[in-house]
Nanobody, 127 residues
Framework: QVQLVESGGGLVQAGSSLRLSCAVSGPNYRNYAMSWFRQAPGKERAFVAATSWSGAITDYADSVKGRFTFSRDNAKGTLTLQMDSLNAEDTAVYYC????????????????????WGQGTQVTVSS
């Protein structure tokens, strides 16, 4: 069992930065790959960023590459999504997610790979 609690969402202007955090707990969370997804109104939940259980492997959606940075600290049980150069298309509810992935690339990149979801945090970017 893994518990995930997001924080850090809010309303910002286009071009601004925002940092999302996810507190992770549970007896074996270090063994889980972790990801961020987002869901905009009327759209399906979409992949944003992923990291392997160790943090050695990361991947990003093309739409956020070069603007978002995902990091995990297993010792502290925290995930961080640093979001820079935000634009209106980044407006969505952001979710952190965990799952056990046993094959390469050891990343969660699809919603059906997720075993545990956080409750989500709203990010709104005004243009």
């Amino acid at each position: 069992q893994v518990q995930l609690v997001e924080s850090g969402g809010g309303l910002v202007q286009a071009g601004s930065s925002l940092r999302l955090s996810c507190a992770v707990s549970g007896p074996n969370y270090r063994n889980y790959a972790m990801s961020w997804f987002r869901q905009a109104p009327g759209k399906e939940r979409a992949f944003v960023a992923a990291t392997s259980w160790s943090g050695a492997i990361t991947d990003y959606a093309d739409s956020v590459k070069g603007r978002f940075t995902f990091s995990r600290d297993n010792a502290k049980g925290t995930l961080t999504l640093q979001m820079d150069s935000l634009n209106a298309e980044d407006t969505a509810v952001y979710y952190c997610a965990a799952g056990r992935i046993h094959s390469s690339p050891y990343l969660i990149q699809e919603p059906d790979q997720v075993e545990y979801w956080g409750q989500g945090t709203q990010v709104t970017v005004s243009s």
